[in-house]
């Protein structure tokens, strides 16, 4: 844990948002903040938390990461604490049980009457696995799939709006939940959401793999809920990111249907509004090979400018 402790304290000395300091606006807030960001994205995509997995070590060892920056950054502590367990039985194999925990910090609204958003990242991924047969990652011997962008890229965006909005009060109540065991059936986000708590949650942004474009970003969403695109419209003009929505309209042929495929699908379920902010797959999806080094740092660094552009703007327009 000290290895942690030590690159959250650095992280802060070199270009984060310090108590005091003043972001003006998204671009200068992500630029300030761009160091800790990049280091965050390393360490959760390193070998050493060995993919991961939902109930190892390096699951662990993630959960206690994000507790950790989630209190450094101030976040308040909800009524259950920053951790949040759960378990689950297998799909196949009923009689096998799974612990799970969901990482959870909120940030008060200043009008807590109208409810929060809830923003989610998975910060699991596939652990230690053989490569598929003739990939370079089978060549090369890699075992270990580190889901740089899928989704420590998602789980990291939320840990830095937390900084953000720590220092920005929100006028809704904002909820940051690092959730678990996406890659086992979205079991983290629906234990999330069966626990009832808060009680009211007018709207859900799902971030999931926003690390691997040139210039494109998917909202999805709108399509549902309709009263959420001419807020989001507001952003969509922001350079460089081209925001693009679509990806969750059913029976467009050649288009995938995210609706169901990612945290936000136990949230409009139970009726609750989302927007799921994600890039379209790529050749490293579900690879080993999805590591830190391929990554986009200037598009992963302005999409999290656009993401947060667009919960501020969320944050004004929903009632």
């Not at 959250?8 to 005091?20: I, K, M, N, Q, V």
């Not at 909800?78 to 194999?93: K, L, S």
């Not at 139970?270 to 590591?291: C, L, M, N, R, T």
């Not at 598009?299 to 501020?312: D, E, G, H, P």
Request: overall charge negative.
């Amino acid at each position: 844990m000290s290895l942690f402790t030590g690159v959250l304290a650095c992280g802060a000395e070199d270009g984060s948002l310090r108590a005091g300091q003043v972001a003006v606006d998204p671009d200068s807030f992500v630029a300030g903040d761009s160091i800790q960001i990049l280091e965050d994205l390393r360490i959760l995509s390193h070998d050493s938390l060995e993919g991961r997995q939902t109930g190892t070590q390096g699951g662990l060892l993630t959960q206690e990461y994000i507790r950790e920056g989630f209190e450094a950054a101030g976040l308040t502590v909800p009524p259950t604490g920053f951790i949040q367990p759960f378990e689950f039985r297998g799909r196949r194999d009923t009689t096998q049980v799974t612990q799970g925990a969901n990482v959870v910090g909120m940030v008060p609204g200043q009008s807590p009457e109208l409810g929060a958003i809830v923003l989610t990242a998975h910060f699991d991924h596939l652990g230690i696995r053989a490569p598929r047969p003739g990939t370079p990652s089978e060549a090369e011997g890699d075992s270990i799939f580190n889901g740089a962008d899928d989704n420590a890229s998602g789980t990291v965006a939320v840990m830095s709006m937390a900084r953000y909005f720590v220092h920005h009060p929100p006028r809704h109540t904002i909820v940051f939940a690092a959730v678990d065991a996406e890659e086992m059936g979205l079991r983290g986000s629906q234990a999330f959401v069966d626990a009832g708590w808060p009680e009211v949650m007018v709207l859900n942004v799902n971030l999931d793999m926003l690390a691997r474009s040139d210039s494109l970003l998917f909202a999805a969403g709108p399509f549902h809920y309709p009263h959420l695109l001419p807020i989001l419209e507001t952003v969509q003009g922001r350079p460089p990111v081209v925001l693009r929505f679509g990806h969750d309209q059913p029976g467009v042929e050649g288009v995938q249907n995210w609706t169901g495929s990612s945290d936000h699908r136990p949230f409009h379920t139970k009726g609750i509004p989302f927007v799921y902010f994600g890039v379209e797959d790529h050749p490293d999806y579900h690879q080993a090979s999805d590591e830190f080094e391929r990554v986009n740092p200037v598009f992963y660094l302005n999409s999290i400018r656009t993401v947060l552009a667009a919960v501020l703007a969320l944050d004004a327009g929903v009632g």
